[in-house]
């Protein structure tokens, strides 16, 4: 993969949108992160300070605003999914121009509709990454886990600006690869991500916790997410999904964990009420998730 020079907005600088801009704007990419006044003149003045075992430490200097001003090659969407209709603002269609490529890193299945209503079909490319990355105070990003892994897909945007893409986060150290379907690449996450959030959240512990305490539950729902997946069109293999919580660094918490903690809205909605309008729709039974989803909103007051 080539390594083109590209200019790339990323439209939310926390966990995720912060150690990309960073990585990419380290790698020689022209990069602008999209926030509110605050953090945006925090960034501006003083870049992204990344802590990383796997990365390295470094601080990258990045521009900064409150809205998209002006054509850019790519936008990464990483903001939280309670926050993306107000996020919304600040990427205008008419800035982002018709060759733009909106690459949305969203939790759950239900985005890219939204954002093809408002940028069109053949902008839009979803996209889903496996990291633990944390924003512990604007602009300062720590990075924990050993690897940060991304998969592109290309169903309605051009394959050839994908690739570039790809291209882009592989040379600044992020494993990319591009994926034929949408759906599978989607599901893949969610069949990962659903049972880790959902479990974490409920129980109040990290996943090491999840695996070894509550693991029947964990296990039963990890079925049922792959079984939603698959009469999705998705090739979701639970074992696959087990193997990779064994895997985990035992003290290792969902971002809705982190959310519950701190008091901040949960994504409750994209990530389990997603997937229980998915199972209504193909008709799976999923007692499990609806139980956990239920007493959640309870929970929250949802």
């Not at 990075?143 to 945007?157: I, Y």
């Not at 997603?274 to 309870?298: D, F, I, K, N, Q």
Request: some cysteine.
């Amino acid at each position: 993969m080539t390594n083109d020079a590209l200019t790339v907005a990323v439209l939310g600088p926390g966990g995720v949108g912060g150690l990309l801009a960073a990585l990419l704007s380290r790698a020689g990419h022209r990069v602008v992160c999209l926030a509110g006044d605050e953090t945006a003149g925090r960034l501006a003045a003083d870049g992204i300070e990344v802590r990383s075992g796997h990365f390295g430490d470094f601080t990258a200097r990045v521009g900064a605003d409150t809205e998209l001003r002006e054509p850019v090659d790519v936008c990464v969407i990483a903001v939280k999914a309670t926050a993306l209709d107000a996020a919304l603002e600040r990427l205008p269609a008419k800035a982002l121009g018709e060759e733009g490529l909106v690459v949305p890193f969203l939790n759950g299945v239900e985005h890219p509709a939204l954002l093809r209503e408002r940028y069109g079909s053949g902008q839009v490319a979803p996209a889903v990454i496996r990291v633990e990355s944390t924003r512990i105070a604007p602009g300062v990003i720590e990075h924990g886990s050993p690897f940060a892994e991304v998969d592109l897909t290309a169903e309605t945007a051009p394959r050839a600006r994908v690739d570039a893409f790809a291209g882009a986060l592989e040379w600044a150290g992020v494993r990319a690869r591009v994926e034929e379907g949408e759906s599978a690449a989607l599901w893949a996450k969610m069949s990962f991500l659903a049972p880790f959030a959902l479990l974490t959240t409920r129980y109040g512990v990290p996943v090491g916790d999840v695996r070894t305490l509550h693991r029947e539950e964990l296990a039963a729902l990890v079925e049922e997410t792959a079984a939603v997946g698959r009469a999705c069109g998705a090739a979701t293999d639970p074992a696959t999904a087990l193997a990779r919580y064994d895997a985990f660094p035992a003290a290792t918490k969902s971002s809705m964990q982190r959310d519950a903690e701190a008091g901040r809205p949960l994504e409750l909605d994209a990530i389990g009420g997603a997937l229980l309008r998915a199972a209504e729709r193909t008709g799976v039974p999923v007692p499990v998730a609806s139980e956990l989803v239920g007493r959640l909103r309870a929970i929250a007051g949802a």
